[in-house]
Nanobody
Framework: QVQLVESGGGLVQAGEALRLSCVAS????????MGWYRQAPGKQRDLVAA???????MYSDSVKGRFTISRDNGKNTVYLQMNSLKPEDTAVYYC???????????????WGQGTQVTVSS
């Protein structure tokens, strides 16, 4: 059974930082690309960042330079370091796994349950 469990969300003020974690089980983590998506109320779920099995990364324009995605294959964990948070970053953040190309197309194979991030102004 595949499980992706996110943690690290919360309420912060604008300008502060948070680090999200996602622990994966039931998959061969080392050969799986991982990504973080977010969904604000009334909006579609958008890809924020993704990391390939070789460590290549991509970011949406809205978070480039502020967010960093990383992975620890020994811990089956992917992280999203979020710095200089803005109120518009407020959303539910989801961890996802699958092919790197599929993550780009919002066609992840597996999804986590999500963790809420709220940034106050």
């Amino acid at each position: 059974q595949v499980q992706l469990v996110e943690s690290g969300g919360g309420l912060v003020q604008a300008g502060e930082a948070l680090r999200l974690s996602c622990v994966a089980s039931g998959i061969n983590f080392r050969v799986t690309a991982m990504g973080w998506y977010r969904q604000a109320p009334g909006k579609q779920r958008d890809l924020v960042a993704a990391i390939s099995t070789s460590g290549s990364t991509m970011y949406s324009d809205s978070v480039k330079g502020r967010f960093t995605i990383s992975r620890d294959n020994g811990k089956n964990t992917v992280y999203l370091q979020m710095n200089s948070l803005k109120p518009e970053d407020t959303a539910v953040y989801y961890c996802a796994s699958g092919l790197y190309s599929a993550l780009m197309a919002r066609a992840a194979r597996y999804w986590g349950q999500g963790t809420q991030v709220t940034v106050s102004s």
